[in-house]
């Protein structure tokens, strides 16, 4: 059973670029997490999204942030116009329904040039 | 609102024990998890605490004082691959599903 994929596991953009990141869940798990982590600091919560639905967005910022999670395919964390500021490992994790336990993905590292 | 708190570096030697303490100001969440990331890694779960009480899991232990609004994690028997950083964690009541809050982590070193 493979674990919660994600890629690209580094990507780099230039200030103005949009940044994708994709998220595959672990297989049978329907929801999902995004946290983003600033160097030596805790992971802070972003979106959490099941199947089509956006679920709780509190931790997204207002502007230039947007996620989804389409009925087929993986989830996506999109970032327009990045800037510096962004740069930061974005974690993707999965659990099951009625579950307590998350499971991370490997993480993309951002770097906003 | 909600927030944890972590000492920010442990440093102990191989075959010692070390203690993680987690303190919280939260209005209620179901339980505290302990997450463990290695350098450039992905936080793995370690274990989790629904109930007040000690969880043992191998060398790894946690507990859970909802009185004390206080947890710890238990590091025994010290290798130099728990070389990481360790997080505690909470999930709020209020929130839907099982967005959880983060502590700052605890970066533990372990000398030979």
């Known amino acids: 059973n493979a674990g919660v994929m994600q890629n690209p596991r580094h990507l780099v953009r230039r200030r103005g670029q949009e940044a994708r990141l994709r998220c595959s869940p672990m297989?049978?798990?329907?929801?999902v997490y995004w946290y983003r982590q600033l160097p030596e600091e805790g992971l802070k919560f972003m979106v959490y999204?099941?199947?089509?639905?956006?679920?709780?967005e509190s931790g997204m910022p207002k502007e230039r942030f947007s996620a989804e999670f389409p009925k087929e395919g993986p989830s996506i964390l999109r970032i327009q116009q990045v800037v510096r500021g962004d740069s930061a490992a974005y974690f993707c994790?999965?659990?099951?329904?009625?579950?307590?336990?998350?499971?991370f993905g490997p993480g993309t590292r951002l770097l906003v040039l | 609102g909600q927030s944890l708190e972590q000492p920010s570096e442990v440093t102990a030697v191989e075959g010692a024990i070390v203690q993680i303490n987690c303190t919280y100001q939260?209005?209620?969440?179901?339980?505290l998890s302990w997450y463990q990331q290695h350098d450039g890694g992905a936080p793995t779960f370690l274990s989790y605490?629904?109930?007040?009480g000690l969880e043992e899991t191998g060398r790894f232990s946690s507990f859970l004082s909802r009185s004390d609004s206080y947890g710890y994690l238990l590091l025994q028997e010290l290798q130099m691959k728990d070389s990481a950083s360790y997080f505690c964690?909470?999930?709020?009541?209020?929130?839907?599903?099982?967005?959880?809050?983060f502590g700052g982590g605890t970066r533990v070193l372990v000398k030979p």
């Open positions: 939260t209005s209620g969440f179901y339980g």
């Open positions: 297989k049978g798990h329907s929801h």
């Open positions: 605490n629904g109930l007040d």
């Open positions: 964690a909470a999930r709020p009541f209020k929130a839907a599903g099982n967005k959880l809050t």
């Open positions: 999204l099941q199947k089509e639905n956006i679920i709780d």
């Open positions: 994790a999965s659990s099951q329904q009625g579950q307590e336990t998350q499971y």
